[in-house]
């Protein structure tokens, strides 16, 4: 496919810019990505989680393997409460059992802004209270600890913070510290944070026990980068404007405790070449007019708005469990998670097989049955699994008393 009069302006090289780079080259699509640092990935102490629908989307641009190179798969989950019970899952086992069976040149420049002008003149922006901020998070990499093992994830259970970790590769530990702050914040009025601050919270953690004999402390003390920043937690319904279009983090914040954030960012990236594929496979010659890229965009948004809902949802409730926000998550979190057995695989797949594959390129080969096996039918909501908990509790309460 070709066609020299369209051209993509991507601003910024972030995940869905990208991917969605990588997109427009295969269609034959003229694009250039402007990024205003003077490096695509500074190293602040940030990672990122490939999961398998994100994966399969990469493996169909031909970039999976270089990606497999540089990562430790998981192989075991581990939860830590207060009390110091803990126990172990294989559900990340299980799912890559299910699921499965760095990148070439593109045209890119450094260093660039990109500020939208109105034709009335005015500058184009973004104010909205959708927007909520009830959260922070300190993250970092720490170097490695002989007592944590390669494949590990570790999650601690406290009231009013958590710990999600991550054992990479050669040992090295990616971490997550949330902190449930004092009150809500809208967008405009969050709060910002320092490395003074980040070293405040850490440090006033130190003592508190991450797995086995290993406290956070030892993390703390072999870090390597570590930033702090407010968890943006939003939904926007409203994507684009003119011929310009919002996709990944501009346009949903996603708590990670899903590891689903820069997936979404590659399912957007995905979509949105369906769509202009979709158009230039009907109109090979024909250059879309500002209705048709409207038209694109209005069915961009409508395709992927019901599953980010969900997502959503779903990285909500778990920030708030792993927190013990409320009575209801601590119960969920204490009696019911030790004992779930495959459900947290069963939960995770039919969100992964809900997911979008590039039209365009032939279908990932890293296909196991999960995929036909957790395709959307009829889906349980969360709601659905509170309500039938608290009726067992009931029960349970009744049959004691």
């Not at 009830?134 to 490695?144: D, F, H, L, Q, T």
Request: positive net charge.
């Amino acid at each position: 496919m070709s066609n020299e009069r369209f051209k993509v302006i991507i601003v910024g090289g972030s995940i869905a810019g990208l991917t969605l780079a990588h997109c427009l080259r295969r269609l034959g699509i003229d694009y250039v990505v402007l990024e205003r640092r003077d490096e695509i990935a500074p190293q602040e102490g940030a990672s990122i989680g490939i999961m398998p629908n994100g994966g399969r989307i990469l493996d169909q641009l031909g970039l999976y393997d270089q990606i497999e190179e540089l990562v430790e798969p998981l192989s075991s989950a581990h939860m830590r409460y207060p009390s110091g019970f803990s126990f172990q899952s294989n559900w990340p086992n299980k799912l890559r059992e299910r699921i499965t069976k760095l990148m070439s040149p593109y045209k890119l420049k450094m260093g660039l802004a990109l500020t939208v002008t109105l034709l009335s003149g005015q500058t184009a922006y973004i104010a909205s209270t959708d927007m909520t901020i009830e959260y922070a998070c300190v993250y970092g990499i720490s170097s490695p600890n002989a007592s944590l093992t390669p494949g590990q994830q570790i999650t601690c259970l406290n009231d009013g913070w958590s710990i999600l970790s991550v054992i990479g590769k050669k040992g090295r530990t990616f971490w997550f510290l949330f902190l449930k702050l004092g009150q809500r914040y809208t967008y405009g009025a969050a709060p910002r944070f320092s490395a003074r601050d980040a070293s405040f919270y850490c440090d006033r953690l130190r003592d508190e026990p991450y797995w086995g004999n290993v406290r956070f402390g030892d993390l703390w003390d072999r870090r390597e980068a570590f930033n702090m920043a407010p968890l943006e937690e939003m939904l926007f319904s409203q994507w684009h404007w003119g011929r310009i279009v919002c996709i990944g983090d501009s346009m949903h914040k996603i708590a990670p405790h899903t590891g689903q954030g820069a997936n979404c960012a590659i399912e957007d990236g995905a979509s949105l070449s369906n769509q202009l594929y979709e158009h230039f496979s009907k109109n090979y010659t024909h250059k879309p007019s500002s209705l048709e890229i409207s038209r694109i965009f209005q069915r961009l948004t409508r395709d992927r708005m019901g599953r980010l809902a969900d997502i959503d949802r779903t990285s909500r409730f778990a920030m708030r469990l792993q927190a013990r926000d409320g009575v209801v998550r601590r119960l969920l979190g204490r009696i019911f998670l030790p004992y779930a057995r495959d459900k947290l695989a069963d939960w995770a797949s039919a969100d992964i097989a809900n997911t979008v594959t590039l039209a365009m390129l032939p279908a990932s080969k890293r296909k196991g049955p999960g995929w036909e096996q957790f395709k959307p039918k009829s889906r349980v909501s969360l709601g659905g699994i509170v309500a039938g908990f608290l009726f067992l509790c009931g029960l349970i309460i009744a049959i004691t008393a």
